[in-house]
């Protein structure tokens, strides 16, 4: 082959070379931060939102930060709005609830007090593009469903007897921070604190324990969308009488009440659906339903509320046990 053939072909071969290196630098991403995924999309303020994204390095950090999209345009172009930062999340650390540095984060946002609208969640990775998408807040208030259980546990629900002891089971929906008191705290995401949560809730039992004091008794128990007030003793009650207790809870970031009564009946069960009224935080009722309304699209695991209850009445035979 003659040398001039040769170095064409060589030069050839050079110049596919260089073209198929062009072309793999123009298809091949410069970066893997190309998702950022919320779970739900649509919350209550109080709800616990689960944020993923994919970064550019394993063992990268991630800035996680939230914007009021007050025109609901997607752009960060509001008079008065500003970014809030969420969280600092490097991948495989202590924030990162799937525990391994694999180029993936996995966050729990405890959503603060936020306004009803669109907002706009973002990522950003010094090594890579900044990401955003969209969430939408929708504030409602608790959905309480109370049920009065004599001493008889779950035989003896909508009973009352004089002398015996009773409890109280509340099913609540409609907002997630309840049952999430174990979230990993930070300065700007400050988790769930037990006492507070249980300060948001009170029973009024004193038409049937006949004491004054007992008008704003707060649970015994909190757990996974269930509150419980156990062993509690009745006074002296005339039979076949009706008996109510109304539960009082406030969505931890929302400024909105719920109240729901329950119904029992002395020595005669009775079987009153439960009714219940919301309230804005200045008092104003804004709607009134039973409460076996459904709640908010932040309720983590619809459908579980029997066995939940179920697990309570255990808790509750136990606790009475215990005492005899």
Known sequence: MPRCSANKMTLLLLSSIAVLVIISAVITPTSATT???LQPTTVSSGDRVLVSANVARN???VTLS?????NGNGKADDAGSSWVKIANVTDGGALDADNTTNGFIL???MTPQLSPGQYIVRAEDPYGPTRTTELTVNNAPLNLVPTIYGSQGISAKGLVNAGNSFSVIAMVTGNCRLCHQTDNPTTENPGVNYTQVESLFSANLSQITGSASDTSVQPNVVHHQQLDWTGIASKTLANNQTLSITVTGTNPAGNLTTQATAYAG????????????NQNANGTAQSSATA????????????FEIPIALAGLTLVAYVLSRKR
Not at 266 to 277: K, Q, R
Not at 292 to 303: A, C, D, F, H, T
């Open 59 to 61: 063992g990268s950090t």
């Open 107 to 109: 966050f729990s946002w």
């Open 66 to 70: 939230y914007y009021y999209d007050q």
């Open 266 to 277: 002395v020595n005669t069960a009775v079987n009153i659906a439960p009714t219940s009224t």
């Open 292 to 303: 076996q309304s459904s709640g908010s699209s932040g309720n983590p695991l619809p459908g």
């Open 35 to 37: 998702i950022i995924q």
